[in-house]
């Protein structure tokens, strides 16, 4: 079966997750046209199933990429306060 | 509601809800379609609003009041770093008396030659142990059998009480043994230097039996128990279980046997790959059915103790305490960065130093990607030399492929050893890794039980955890 996804819409950091996570039961080829990629999968049985599946799991990861991208500095601060000698450190520094 | 900030989380959907789970491995249980609304700023419900911000997944301010609390929690949840290796396991011989079906150690015959460690060996290990800064050291003497090997863990433990008239470390010693051949001599030692004996009982005499290859071996068993814990008492002698493909089909029965003999808890174990149990033939579907057994047992056993009998499942209680208090557990199992090297070193017979355990086993197979070097050598150049930067670089699973965006990596660890040995490749390749399906199967149960059941289930896990 074969989907078509809009890069504009899933950038290639989720779509390659997904692909990640059914590459062990499915033959995936992936090919870039224009703004849209298309995924040829091979050895699916139930496409309607597949799909929605397809899709969960690709908005799943798209709303972590979010939070993700959102907390990177956050988490950075986090972890350099909790492993490193970095006590000082300001919102001023944060919003820069 | 205010303007708020996000916090670090991820999420999963379990049971019908939505179950967010933060940095430091705090589990929120929330309506489907949560996530959706903190990240789109949509969120309704005044009392979900204050608990996510209670529980640090969101922040009223972009650089937290109690980020240096927060940050000193996370610290405490990697605190088995600071120890450094704590549990360190003398293979004192690869001598056995029993013929184990999935003996996962390559035994050999109780009369075999040339696979003990020497009195020299073992003085230069106790030495090595004491290099670890860590102010607990444990001891495991592990085999084999070990107690066929008395004269040296005598010898082993004098040589560590010496020692430690210096350094003043907290010693503690396990002795892991099938209980065969506990001699009145061996056990006075036990008695004298506290002594925990750690035995194997996997289940009634005709599971017992047949997988440890003599049909005498449940009766010797429980009569060296018996003997062990008159000497030592009920606390010092604990049993752990290994399931065997016989054992998958009596959950129940297991479970029993170990609550008739007096135990309190039992530790739901799936058989490793390593040694005879790699001639298991189909692993995937091992695997399926292991966490069906563990399921129905694990139920089992919340019936019994709300019957008001306290038995504990020993894996459960390590994920519940990851998720439901502050702290770490010392399991290497499930540790990020993995245990491997970090909280355990492997002396073995031949003279060399393992990552693991399970390291050592892979060495009878020839496999010594995992050795770490000779007795002999220098701490430095084992514990920090170039076999363990390289296997440094997978032992993270905030770094790994597949588990960084596990919702769940706060409870699970990195274990690039079986990857190894499974996979042919440390990293590993989560999709189809079996200590990724138990692993997640397992934590994903114990989530659901807490959706689906939480009046009834967590006073029982409470229980287990104090």
Sequence with gaps: MTLQIDRKIYPDSCISKVVYWLSDQYTIDRCLEGNNEIITIEGVTNEQLFKKMFFEKLNDFKLREVINAETKDIRTILYAKAFGDFDDITEEEITE | ?????????????????????NELGDMLISPIGTVQKIVDHTLDDEDLYKTLVAN?????ELLPTLLDIYASRLRLKKSFLDDRAALHIFVLTLRCNQNCVYCQASSREEGSAHCSMTFDMMEASVKLMFRSTSQHLTMEFQGGEPSLEPKLIKFGIEKAEEINQTECRNLSYVLCTNCRSLSDELLELCRQYHVLISTSLDGPSYIHNKNRGREDSYEKTMAGICKAREVLGNDAVSALMTTSELALGYPKEIVDEYVQDGFTDIFLRALNPYGLATENENWDLYNERFVEFYKTALDYIIEINKQ???????????????????????????????????????????????????????AENGDHTFRLGRISDKYEEIVYGEKVRKIGKVWANEALAGCSDCPVKAYCGADPVRHHSTQGDMYGFRPSSFVCKKNKAIIEHLISLIIEREDEVMPIFRSWLR
């Excluded at chain 2, 708020?4 to 999963?12: D, E, H, Q, V």
């Excluded at chain 2, 894996?315 to 439901?324: F, G, T, V």
């Excluded at chain 2, 290497?332 to 390291?359: C, M, R």
């Design chain 2, 308 to 362: 008001g009998t306290f038995f504990r499942e020993v894996y459960a209680a390590i994920i519940l305490r990851k998720m439901l208090t502050p702290y770490t557990t010392g399991f290497v199992d499930l540790q990020s960065p993995a245990g491997t090297v970090n909280s355990v070193l492997i002396y073995n017979y031949d003279g060399y130093v393992y990552a693991s355990d399970e390291s050592r086993m892979l």
């Design chain 2, 56 to 60: 640090s997944f969101i922040s009223e």
């Design chain 2, 1 to 21: 509601m205010k303007k708020y900030a996000l916090l670090p989380f991820n999420f999963t959907r379990l049971s019908g809800k939505e179950v967010l789970i």
